[in-house]
């Protein structure tokens, strides 16, 4: 196969991204135990225990709130900083049998499929991994059925993990 298909971002389809990208990162269980780690210590302080465990579950709960906080405006001003450096919210994605081609105002790449550890899924947007790299944004609307299963496959064959 060789495809070429040309993508438009737009500043709420990266912020999607973030956002799936974060959550997703973080997983239920960091919500789950931020919630309960805040739930226990507003109970003790409105039953008045004034122990050390209220001033250790004050700060795992102050410290986590502040790191899931930092984390997602650090990864919220590097996409979008790289969105505001295209002049053109477009890039032109190549697929061939060996690659991936990546050409945008911004720079032009092309990456072996092996190089691709793994793809999560959304309706609107791909977030593909690239090794030790981070990830590229691939919005769906413009992705037919076709190309899907080819990418699909090519990451399967490469020994990548697809997650849904």
Same mark, same amino acid.
């Given at each position: ?22 959550? $997703? +990162? ?6 789950? /135990?931020?919630?309960?780690?805040? !739930?226990? @210590?507003?109970?003790?302080? *409105? ?30 001003? $590097? +996409? ?6 295209? /002049?053109?919210?477009?890039?032109? !994605?190549? @697929?061939?049998?060996?690659? *991936? ?64």
């Amino acid at each position: 196969m060789n495809r070429e298909i040309t993508v438009t971002y737009s500043r709420d389809l990266i912020k999607l991204a973030i956002w799936k990208f974060w959550t $997703r +990162s973080i997983g239920v269980t960091g919500f789950v /135990g931020f919630v309960i780690i805040c !739930f226990a @210590f507003f109970y003790f302080l *409105i039953s008045g225990d004034r122990s050390w465990l209220l001033g250790f579950l004050g700060a795992v709960a102050g410290i986590s709130f502040a790191l899931g906080a930092v984390s997602y405006i650090v990864y919220s001003n $590097r +996409s979008m900083e790289k969105f505001r450096q295209m /002049g053109q919210p477009t890039a032109k !994605f190549r @697929f061939t049998d060996d690659r *991936i081609g990546i050409e945008s105002d911004i720079g032009w790449t092309e990456l072996s499929w092996k190089m691709i550890e793994n793809i999560w899924k959304y309706p609107s947007v791909w977030l593909v991994f690239i090794a030790k790299q981070g990830y590229i944004t691939l919005p769906t609307a413009d992705l037919d059925e076709e190309l899907r299963k080819f990418i699909e496959v090519k990451t399967e064959a490469s020994h990548t993990k697809e997650t849904n």
